[in-house]
């Protein structure tokens, strides 16, 4: 009986000091938090956004999301991502990533592609119905590679794309 009232606390209170991982800049239409001990939350301007939340917008909206780092996640209508401390996953849909601090390495990762970056912006788009990933490079370079073979990787330079 005293091992679970332990846990009990234990695992209360890890909930309570859930990290803030990003804040909403900008939401148009309606966009939603689910956390998996509590209720969906509709994000509005300066929302907080909790480690391992998951994050979607409705279909026709959109929704601006800055990170601990500086970085900026602009998801289109239709996307859904899970929010860590130092990754974000796309279950679907699109994501225009904007990063200009070249001293951490950014991640995003989709269910079968991973990409890493430092500075500049792309976009990166996950169909889940296909398993299809694709990245367009605006400025910068990013680290396209596969999730289960990290090895098998191609260097995207500005002005390209790959899929």
Known sequence: MKKL?????LIGTVGVNAK???????ANGSAFNF?????????????KVEDASVVMVEDGGSLS???????????SGGTQVKVYSKLVEIQKGNVWVSANNSSSIGTISTGNSVVKF????????FDNYKS????MVLTGNVQLSNSIEPGLLVE????????
């Open 118 to 125: 430092t500075q500049g912006q792309f976009i990166y788009s």
């Open 65 to 75: 999301l800055k990170d601990e780092s500086g970085r900026v996640f602009h998801l």
């Open 5 to 9: 009232l332990i846990l009990s606390l």
């Open 20 to 26: 803030t991982v990003a804040r909403v800049l900008d």
């Open 35 to 47: 956390m998996s001990n509590k209720k969906a939350k509709q994000l509005i301007y300066g929302s």
């Open 156 to 163: 995207i330079p500005a002005g390209h794309f790959s899929f």
């Open 132 to 135: 299809k990933s694709q990245v």
